[in-house]
């Protein structure tokens, strides 16, 4: 099925429609025919007369030749996000119908981290030319054919999930190939028989080979913040801060902001004048043991005595994390 634009998608031998816009001029369509005859007007006496040349005919052939640019060639991500799209334009600048496959990657050198490929697609076209990736997008099945008239452009979005772990500024890049069916060339190479109608086509300077890459960047602008309080428990069944008394320390600690906090630990002090009290520890009101490794939380006796509690990565939506332990008043 064909686009009022001129542009085919053949997946599985099913055509799919699209829509792409038009691009830069591509010349004189291929398989033009050029003719030209000429007239000599003359004059014998009173007489006028006329000699015609014989007929030239030459068809334009055709050129391969492909154009690809990024639209975003930087995007802000924090670490997690799933499906961030870069945006791409594929133009066939050729002067006859050309079709390529798409290939994407993000596994490429000069970057702090690879990007993942979102699965099952990680390629869509724009295909209610919005602009921007939507849920209604199609999604370009790998090794299709796609067929693009002679000035014809489409925007393809690559989709990636952007791994944990990563710190502010961070980089990394993905890009897609737009290369010609049949393989790319060299520019001027001849294809005897290859363009349209069996005319024979050159290859541009493109070769009809094109790679683009753009870049995410990790702006990570999680926020934390802890607010302790405190309550008393006397010998005399009061509330009342007396030697002997418990104190029962408890700490919200509640991540904002966008991206990750990786590897959060909570670490308070014992004060002075007071004894840790043993198996006080909680984490959200799940009590935890006082040694080490066993789980998230632990009492140390040395080189100062305090509790740890490990949080592992927050974000915003992890919610308030409550840390409490008790102390007795020497």
């Known amino acids: 099925m064909k686009t009022t634009s001129g542009i085919w998608l053949v997946t599985a031998g099913v055509a799919a429609l699209l829509y792409a816009r038009q691009g830069i001029a591509a010349g004189t369509p291929a398989g033009t025919a050029i003719t030209n005859t000429a007239q000599v007007n003359y004059t014998v006496g009173a007489s006028t007369a006329t000699a015609t040349s014989n007929t030239t005919t030459t068809t334009v052939l055709q050129i391969l030749d492909v154009v690809e640019t990024v639209q975003t060639p930087s995007v802000a991500v924090t670490p997690g996000d799933l499906k961030k799209p870069l945006t791409f334009r594929i133009t066939n600048t050729g002067n006859g119908p050309d079709t390529f496959v798409l290939t994407p990657s993000s596994t490429l050198a000069g970057d702090n981290f690879d990007p993942v490929l979102a699965a099952p697609s990680s390629l869509y076209f724009d295909t209610d030319n919005s602009g921007d990736y939507t849920a209604g997008d199609v999604a370009y099945v790998a090794g299709a054919n796609l067929t693009l008239a002679a000035n014809a452009t489409v925007t393809v979005f690559v989709l990636n999930n952007i791994p944990t772990g990563l710190n502010n500024g961070d ?23 290859g363009g349209v109608g069996g005319i024979d086509a050159v290859f541009g300077s493109s070769g009809d080979t094109a790679t683009q890459f753009g870049k995410y960047v990790v702006a990570n602008n999680v926020t934390m913040s802890a607010v302790k309080s405190q309550t008393f428990g006397d010998l005399f069944g009061g509330t009342r801060p007396l030697p002997g008394a418990t104190i029962t320390y408890s700490v919200a600690i509640t991540p904002g902001g966008t991206g990750t906090a990786t590897a959060a630990t909570f670490n308070d002090a014992i004060p002075a004048n007071t004894t840790y009290k043993p198996g006080s520890i909680k984490l959200n009101g799940t009590t935890l043991t006082d040694a080490a490794g066993d789980d998230a939380g632990e009492y140390l006796s040395a080189p100062a005595a305090h ?20 102390v007795t008043i020497n």
């Open 171 to 193: 980089e990394g890049r993905s890009q897609i190939g737009a290369t010609r069916k049949g393989g790319a060339g060299t520019a001027g190479q001849t294809i005897p028989g």
């Open 307 to 326: 509790v740890s509690v490990t949080l592992g990565n927050l974000t915003q939506a992890s919610g308030v994390q409550t840390v409490s332990f008790a």
